[in-house]
Nanobody, 122 residues
């Protein structure tokens, strides 16, 4: 069982930065791939970034070059550094854990956090 708690969301102006954190409980954190997803009002939840247990990373094209995912297995935490934010990045951001590797679909993930709101003003 893995419990996930996100933090770090907030209101920021376009062009600004935020760092999201996702703290995980459980001794098996290091064996999970971790992903960040987001969901804007009226839209489906979409993949943002993922990191494997060994540190391999993948990003959605819409955030590539602006967002960076990282993990600290000693702290059971995964991060999402978001730079050059745009109004279209506004969404609730969720972290999730996948026992089978980085998945692009929300349905592939085993555990989810409660989400943190990110709002980017123009």
């Amino acid at each position: 069982q893995v419990q996930l708690v996100e933090s770090g969301g907030g209101l920021v102006q376009a062009g600004g930065s935020l760092r999201l954190s996702c703290a995980a409980s459980g001794r098996t954190f290091r064996s999970y791939a971790m992903g960040w997803f987001r969901q804007a009002p009226g839209k489906e939840r979409e993949f943002v970034a993922g990191i494997s247990w060994s540190g391999g990373k993948t990003y959605a094209d819409s955030v590539k070059g602006r967002f960076t995912i990282s993990r600290d297995n000693a702290k059971n935490t995964v991060y999402l550094q978001m730079n050059s934010l745009k109004p279209e990045d506004t969404a609730v951001y969720y972290c999730a854990a996948d026992s089978m590797g980085i998945g692009w679909s929300a349905g592939e993930y085993d555990y989810w956090g409660q989400g943190t709101q990110v709002t980017v003003s123009s």
